[in-house]
């Protein structure tokens, strides 16, 4: 399996710019989550799908930011407009739940987002 | 929902020496505690867990303690080595078909020859 897959791995872009990043999970997981790394807030869940379905998107900053998954191998984080305070690494994880209920999650290697 | 505290956020230790990393949570229903480990520029991959149902588990030298009446939870590594620098992060979650792990805000571990 190739794990986890996310595009693109850097972005470097102007402030007031659109930014999509990408995820494709492993095949077979129900659960997909977005979190973003800082080295002030450390690692903040974002949002979070299961079955393709979002379930707690309470960690979205703002408005300005969305997600979708349109199917179970693919789902999009936006930011519309960005601003330099959106600079981060954006980590996709997925995983599938164990029979003991516990989910365990494989990080792709994540896309660091610069904003100008 | 859940809160969890992470101590200490940076830690240096000689080859060979022992690491500490304690960790505390709010959410009496947690029952499942993970540990990541992030080296530099990559992503965090799982290195051990722990479920509510035991206090201690090891592998090699790594082991994760559990105190459920007190809410902490802790990483020990034993004998250390300089592969073993890097940022390591507790989380803890309910299980469950609506779980979500919810992660401390990292160690910081220097292991120094």
């Known amino acids: 399996d190739a794990g986890v897959i996310q595009s693109p791995r850097h972005e470097v872009t102007e402030m007031g710019q659109e930014v999509t990043l990408r995820c494709k999970p492993i095949s077979g997981h129900d659960y997909l989550f977005w979190y973003r790394q800082t080295m002030m807030r450390g690692l903040e869940l974002l949002i979070y799908f299961n079955n393709n379905v979002p379930i707690d998107d309470s960690g979205m900053p703002e408005d300005r930011f969305s997600a979708k998954m349109p199917n179970a191998s693919f789902s999009t984080l936006k930011i519309q407009p960005s601003e330099p305070r959106d600079s981060a690494v954006y980590f996709c994880?997925?995983?599938?739940?164990?029979?003991?209920?516990?989910?365990?999650?494989?990080f792709g290697a994540g896309s660091r987002l610069t904003v100008l | 929902g859940e809160n969890v505290e992470q101590h200490p956020s940076t830690l240096s230790v000689q080859e060979g020496d022992s690491a500490v990393i304690k960790c505390t949570y709010s959410d009496s229903a947690s029952n499942y505690f993970p540990w990541y480990k992030q080296e530099l520029g990559k992503r965090p991959q799982l290195i051990i867990d722990i479920r509510s149902n035991v206090g201690e588990k090891k592998d090699q030298r790594i082991a994760v303690t559990l105190n459920k009446t007190a809410k902490h939870f802790s990483l020990h590594i034993t004998e250390t080595q300089p592969e073993d620098s890097a940022v390591y992060f507790c989380a803890a979650s309910r299980t469950g078909t609506a779980s979500k792990l919810t992660f401390g805000t990292g160690t910081r571990l220097q292991v120094t020859l």
């Open positions: 994880a997925s995983s599938r739940t164990a029979n003991s209920g516990a989910n365990v999650l494989t």
